[in-house]
């Protein structure tokens, strides 16, 4: 079945630096791929999504791109912030109304 | 525009009582979708309302039960509780397009359930 895989974490940078979380997915059929952020205590907020191949999903500095020959929509960000600390989730989407996530890559940027 | 709303933030139950947990979606938004966040097992898909009517359903068991009302808010229900039902309980909305289940979904804050 349709499976998303994250990159273990934690994840812990430094402020500034640049920032990756790899995703890879399995799906059949053309599923649509998102990110989704989860601050402590709080429920899922959408950062950026692509519905079809080569599309770029970008928003606050975060950039993907969906990958249909590498199955694959890394998160991306140039100059992380410590207030860019939470969880970080990857979700593949298609047409039955689930979405599947990922186990969730937790950030930790210090200042 | 206000974001999708639920109710209670919080709960205490203990084993084997009955819970219902309240989701309204985003104006406009016809579709709700429930997951379950539970510790160590990620989110896990529950149920998708749309129109009133469950569309697809996730691998739980029949004590989990909802509905979707004519204004589109829903309701969750859990009954005989169990110690690992203890998890945040999410609801999305989104505006469906026939039915397709491929639009954005959006979340609330959850409701923190927790079975003593």
């Not at chain 2, 859990?78 to 289940?101: H, K």
């Amino acid at each position: 079945g349709d499976s998303v895989t994250q990159m273990e974490g934690p994840v812990t940078l430094s402020e500034e630096a640049f920032l990756t979380i790899n995703c890879t997915y399995t799906a059949t059929g053309y599923p649509s791929l998102f990110w989704y952020v989860q601050y402590p205590g709080e429920g899922l907020q959408l950062l950026l999504k692509a519905t079809k191949a080569d599309d770029k999903g970008s928003n606050k500095g975060f950039e993907a791109t969906y990958r249909k020959e590498t199955t694959s929509f890394h998160l991306e960000k140039g100059s992380v912030q410590v207030s860019d600390s939470a969880v970080y989730f990857c979700a593949l989407g298609g047409n039955t109304g689930k979405l599947i996530f990922g186990q969730g890559t937790t950030l930790q940027v210090k200042p | 525009e206000a974001g999708v709303t639920q109710s209670p933030t919080h709960l205490i139950k203990t084993r084997g009582q009955q819970v219902t947990l309240r989701c309204s979606p985003i104006s406009g938004h016809t579709s709700v979708y429930w997951y379950q966040q539970a510790l160590g097992l990620g989110l896990q898909f529950l149920l998708w309302y749309d129109e009133g009517e469950e569309r697809n359903r996730g691998n739980f068991p029949p004590r989990f039960s909802g509905r979707q009302f004519p204004n589109y808010s829903s309701e969750l229900n859990v009954n005989a509780l169990e110690l690992e039902d203890s998890a945040l309980y999410l609801c999305a909305s989104s505006l469906e397009d026939r039915g397709q289940g491929t639009d954005t979904q959006y979340f609330g804050p959850g409701t923190r359930l927790t079975v003593l």
